[in-house]
């Protein structure tokens, strides 16, 4: 189902019957809700009963191509409208925030901010020191209280197996690291499928 609000467009995926928790799944900076991966990931969730969300960050919204400008802060609103909008269309079950690569960045920093917002974190080849920066985008992570799943690929130019390692230690909960081997940046969507199970343990 299609859903266009003020900060909010994408699509809900809707489980058959009672959805056993909730996703909001959003986009890197140079992609959108349509990318391969987006799509795999929305399906393979709602097939493991989840409701999800995938939608379009506010400034993907604001144009059709080009990286995100300065305005993080909107970007989170959209997510937190996102989060608001499934916990009234599914009381009672937890809700992970998931994003690949920019939309999980931004996703981590609402949750840091909130903790309360969302049950679990799902970040798909988090950006964590692209090519053109030396510092690691970490400043949050001391403060997320959210058990978290990181999933990266062993070629990823943002960020080694081995720098995740280092920043996942900062995070003071539960976290899990996947490895997909020879991954790049940009995830194949084959993971898709194998992503609920890994999930699964931090979600329970």
Known sequence: MRIEKELLRGWLHEPAG?????????????SNCEAPLMTAVARAFCEARYLVFRGDLPFR??????????????????????????RAMAPGVKLCLAGHSYGGRMSTMVAAEDPSIADALMLLSYP????SLKKPRVDHFPSLRTPALFVHGTRDSFGTIGDMEAALKLIPVKTKL???????????????????????????
């Open 61 to 86: 919204q604001d144009r059709p191509s080009g990286p995100p400008r300065t305005n993080a802060a909107r970007d989170q609103e959209g997510i937190r409208r996102a989060a608001s909008e499934l």
């Open 128 to 131: 964590l020191r692209p090519p």
């Open 18 to 30: 009672a959805p056993r928790a909730a996703m909001t799944l959003f986009h890197g900076a140079g």
């Open 178 to 204: 996947v490895p997909i081997e020879k991954g790049a940046h940009g995830l194949p969507p084959n993971i898709a499928a194998s992503l609920p199970e890994w999930l699964s343990a931090i979600m329970e």
